[in-house]
C-alpha cells in the first residue's frame, strides 16, 4: 500500500490567497483526521472524519478553516484567507479503528509544509 | 482535562548509549497509551503501545511500561543507533473527549 499521500509537500503562498491543502487515506481506512504541527503549539487535532461524516471539528481554529471528504478516498483542508500564524506543517491521518477502541493506530502522511508570508 | 507531558529535549546521546524519555499523563479512567516517532521529514509512525496497567509495549528495541501508579509511560532503549535520531510523541488515547492526545515531543540526536 502507498500509505496517506499528501499534496502538496510544500506551499508558500501570500497572507490573503486560498490554500488547499490534499489527502488520499490508506484504502479501506474508514477514519480520516487532520493535524496542524507548529513549534509553539506542538500537535494539535483539527478535525476528523468517519465514514466522510465530520465528527469533530472543535480543533478548527476559526472560520478560515475548512474541511471537506466528499467521497472515501479524498479530503481537503481549505484556508481562505491564509494568515502568516497559519504556517505549519498539515498532516492528514486515517485509520481503521479510530478512536473508538483502545488499540487504535493512526497512519500518518509525510505532510504539507505550509509558509504564509 | 486529559494532557500528557514529556522530558524536554533535545536529548543528546552517543551511540551505544542507554536512553530513558519521561512521560507522564493526567486522565480520567484509564487511557491506553503510545509513543509514536517522526523521522526528519516524515509523518508520525506508531512506535509501541500498552492498553493496560502494567502492560509493556516493545518495537525495534525500545521498550515502556504502563504504571497507573506513577501515571507515566517512560521509553527505553539499552543501546541506541545513529538511526534513531528522530522526534518521539508519548500519547494517550482520551476517552473522555474521544481522541489522541499528543505531548509536546523529545527530539533525540544520536552521533557516532
Known amino acids: 500500500d502507498a500509505g496517506v499521500i499528501q499534496s502538496p509537500r510544500h506551499e508558500v503562498t501570500e497572507m490573503g490567497q486560498e490554500v488547499t491543502l490534499r489527502c488520499k487515506p490508506i484504502?479501506?481506512?474508514?477514519?480520516l483526521f487532520w493535524y496542524r504541527q507548529t513549534m509553539m503549539r506542538g500537535l494539535e487535532l483539527l478535525i476528523y472524519?468517519?465514514?466522510?461524516?465530520?465528527?469533530?471539528d472543535s480543533g478548527m481554529p476559526e472560520d478560515r478553516f475548512s474541511a471537506k471528504m466528499p467521497n472515501a478516498s479524498f479530503s481537503t483542508l481549505k484556508i481562505q484567507p491564509s494568515e502568516p500564524r497559519d504556517s505549519a506543517v498539515y498532516f492528514c491521518?486515517?485509520?481503521?479503528?479510530?478512536?473508538?477502541?483502545?488499540?487504535?493506530?493512526?497512519?500518518f502522511g509525510p505532510g504539507t509544509r505550509l509558509t504564509v508570508t | 482535562g486529559d494532557s500528557v507531558t514529556q522530558m524536554e529535549g533535545p536529548v543528546t546521546l552517543s551511540e551505544e548509549a542507554f536512553l530513558t524519555i519521561n512521560c507522564t499523563y493526567t486522565?480520567?479512567?484509564?487511557?491506553?497509551l503510545f509513543w509514536y516517532v517522526q523521522y526528519p521529514g516524515e509523518g508520525l509512525q506508531l512506535l509501541l503501545k500498552?492498553?493496560?496497567?502494567?502492560d509493556k509495549g516493545s518495537n525495534k528495541g525500545f521498550e515502556a511500561t504502563y504504571r497507573k501508579e506513577t501515571t507515566s509511560f517512560h521509553l527505553e532503549k539499552g543501546s541506541v543507533q545513529v538511526s534513531d535520531s528522530a522526534v518521539y510523541f508519548c500519547?494517550?488515547?482520551?476517552?473522555?473527549?474521544?481522541?489522541?492526545?499528543f505531548g509536546a515531543g523529545t527530539r533525540l540526536a544520536v552521533h557516532p
Open positions: 491521518a486515517s485509520s481503521l479503528a479510530g478512536l473508538a477502541g483502545a488499540s487504535v493506530e493512526q497512519y
Open positions: 484504502s479501506g481506512h474508514d477514519y
Open positions: 472524519f468517519n465514514n466522510n461524516v465530520p465528527i469533530d
Open positions: 486522565a480520567t479512567g484509564y487511557p491506553s
Open positions: 500498552a492498553t493496560k496497567a502494567d
Open positions: 500519547a494517550l488515547f482520551s476517552g473522555g473527549y474521544n481522541k489522541l492526545i
